[in-house]
């Protein structure tokens, strides 16, 4: 098979159909994977009393830091309101605390407890813990060569960062759906 080895340049030719079934077995094989770990995190999660709504607030508040209510909501995809409601329930379980403005009482920032972050810890921990048991299946040829594809995939996200279009990126959050 001859496939097309350089990556289409915006606006340029179309990848070739080699290529873009390459490319489609690898989305499919991560969706398994990512699927797997979906899964068990949710049911881990359920077992800890964290809704989605909760880990995804941990998860944006451990990669961004401490963020204003009104940012929080935007980053989620949800209104305020229904942000407030999620901090509130957070805030009872000790995960996250809100920190008022000494300028401007209005404005309310939000900030991950070390609960909060030792439940990222903990949650990050499952899912390295059960990619290990699948990659200990493979053969040491097949890991050599998966390190070396993901070296180049971290190198094209160093490159060209991780924000996508919307519409590139696929179907994403919608408004109103991070809910706990």
């Known amino acids: 098979m001859n496939v097309t080895t350089e990556p289409a340049a915006a606006g340029g030719p179309l990848p070739s159909p080699e290529r873009r079934a390459l490319i489609d077995e690898i ?10 770990q979906r899964c068990a995190v949710a049911r881990r ?16 508040l451990q990669e961004h830091g401490p963020q ?7 980053l989620l995809g949800v209104a305020v309101p229904n942000t407030t409601g999620i901090i509130d329930r957070m805030e009872q379980r000790g995960l996250v605390e809100r920190l008022r403005d000494g300028a401007d009482r209005r404005v309310v920032t939000v900030r991950q ?16 813990d059960m990619l290990v048991e699948l990659l200990d299946r493979l053969d040491t040829d097949h890991l050599l060569r998966l390190v070396g ?13 991780t924000d996508l279009p ?5 179907p994403g959050p919608r408004r109103e759906t991070a809910r706990s």
């Open 149 to 161: 594809g993901i070296q180049e995939l971290r190198e094209a996200i160093q490159a060209h960062g």
């Open 68 to 74: 204003p209510m009104t940012r929080l909501a935007d």
């Open 166 to 170: 919307p519409d590139a990126a696929g």
């Open 27 to 36: 989305v499919a094989g991560t969706a398994v994977i990512a699927g797997h």
């Open 113 to 128: 407890t070390p609960e909060g972050a030792r439940a990222v810890e903990e949650i990050d921990g499952w899912r390295s």
């Open 45 to 60: 999660l359920h077992q800890q009393g964290i809704s989605m709504a909760h880990l995804q607030t941990l998860w944006i």
